[in-house]
């Protein structure tokens, strides 16, 4: 079956940078598109990134462009998330999640990692 | 940016049959997509493209999408159900395109 393993998270100092990463298993991962999305503490979702499945398209939420980036290497499975001056409001669990169908703009993401946490703090 | 707009919460009692709407302008001419998230957990898509349900979602759930609000209807409600719902659609109008979710709702089951 599908499976996630996000790793990375931890506490960081504002300004800082932190990268995380996420395992794929479980299913042809040259194929899909993959997305990062992330939750605040006690709040809703919010959408992150999505990176096509040859990664020649990128998209990036307007809160993080130009301090996050979104890779990934097909011959490892595995998909990246570079963040950098990172600020308190970046605190969250990020989830990394698999488009769901092969079109990046339709069937939403599924299924989803556990999520790895990344705390903002001095 | 595009916005989606759910109530805050909705309550059901056992057996009944929960509505969770999810409002945006002319969300009709797009592609909805519904999550189920648990305390503690990562959330899991119960309805995708409007209305298709992956495999192993009960049939109980169903969606609908039309003009300016889509509809997620979960039927039979059962104590496992309660949980907070999130809708989704891909905002392809601006110069940077990409995922929105709604505010989400939370279900309680009296």
């Known amino acids: 079956q599908v499976q996630l393993v996000e790793s990375g998270g931890g506490v960081v100092q504002p300004g800082r940078s932190l990268g995380l990463s996420c395992a794929a298993s479980?299913?042809?991962?040259?194929?899909?598109?993959m997305h990062w999305v992330r939750q605040a503490p006690g709040k809703g979702l919010e959408w992150v990134a999505v990176?096509?499945?040859?990664?020649?398209?990128?998209y990036t939420a307007d809160s993080v462009k130009g301090r996050f980036t979104i890779s990934r290497d097909n011959s490892k499975n595995t998909l990246y998330l570079q963040m950098t001056s990172l600020r308190a409001e970046d605190t969250a669990v990020y989830y990394c999640?698999?488009?769901?169908?092969?079109?990046?703009?339709?069937?939403?993401?599924?299924?989803w990692g556990q999520g790895t946490l990344v705390t903002v703090s001095s | 940016s595009y916005v989606l707009t759910q109530p805050p919460s909705v309550s059901v009692a056992p057996g009944q049959t929960a509505r969770i709407t999810c409002g945006g302008n002319?969300?009709?001419?797009?592609?909805v997509h519904w999550y189920q998230q648990k305390p503690g957990q990562a959330p899991v898509l119960v309805v995708y493209?409007?209305?298709d349900r992956p495999s192993g979602i009960p049939e109980r759930f169903s969606g609908s999408n039309s003009g300016n609000t889509a509809t997620l209807t979960i039927s039979k409600v059962e104590a496992g159900d309660e949980a907070d719902y999130y809708c989704?659609?891909?905002?392809?109008?601006?110069?940077?395109?990409?995922?929105?979710f709604g505010t989400g709702t939370k279900v309680t089951v009296l």
């Open positions: 999640a698999k488009a769901n169908l092969k079109v990046i703009s339709r069937g939403g993401v599924d299924p």
């Open positions: 493209d409007d209305s």
């Open positions: 989704q659609v891909w905002d392809s109008s601006s110069d940077h395109p990409g995922y929105v």
């Open positions: 990176i096509s499945n040859d990664g020649s398209n990128k």
């Open positions: 479980g299913f042809t991962f040259i194929t899909y598109a």
């Open positions: 002319n969300i009709g001419s797009k592609s």
